[in-house]
Nanobody, 121 residues
Framework: QVRLVESGGGLVQPGGSLRLSCAAS????????MGWYRQAPGKQRELVAV???????NYADSMKGRFTISRDNAKNTVYLQMNSLKPDDTGVYYC???????????????WGQGTQVTVSS
């Protein structure tokens, strides 16, 4: 059973920073792209950033320059460093990954359970 478990969310004041982590566990061969999505209240889930296994990154325009995605392949973990946070960044942040599992040998897409980020004074 493959799982993605996020951590690091919480309440932060505008202008503050948070670092999210997401670790993959279970039985798998490889992890390809890993990414972060967020869902604000009353809105659809949207892409925040994605990183390939080779380290290539892509960001949503509104996050460029403020957020940094990185990964540690040895730890099967992806991170999201969020700086200069704004109230509009409030939402549930979800980890996402393409993982080839050992049971099916197929590449499948997985989601974490989400972690709440609230930016408020």
């Amino acid at each position: 059973q493959v799982r993605l478990v996020e951590s690091g969310g919480g309440l932060v004041q505008p202008g503050g920073s948070l670092r999210l982590s997401c670790a993959a566990s279970g039985s798998f061969f490889t992890i390809n792209a890993m990414g972060w999505y967020r869902q604000a209240p009353g809105k659809q889930r949207e892409l925040v950033a994605v990183i390939t296994s080779g380290g290539r990154t892509n960001y949503a325009d509104s996050m460029k320059g403020r957020f940094t995605i990185s990964r540690d392949n040895a730890k099967n973990t992806v991170y999201l460093q969020m700086n200069s946070l704004k109230p509009d960044d409030t939402g549930v942040y979800y980890c996402n990954a393409d993982i080839r599992t050992t049971d099916t040998r197929l590449m499948r897409n997985y989601w974490g359970q989400g972690t709440q980020v609230t930016v408020s004074s």
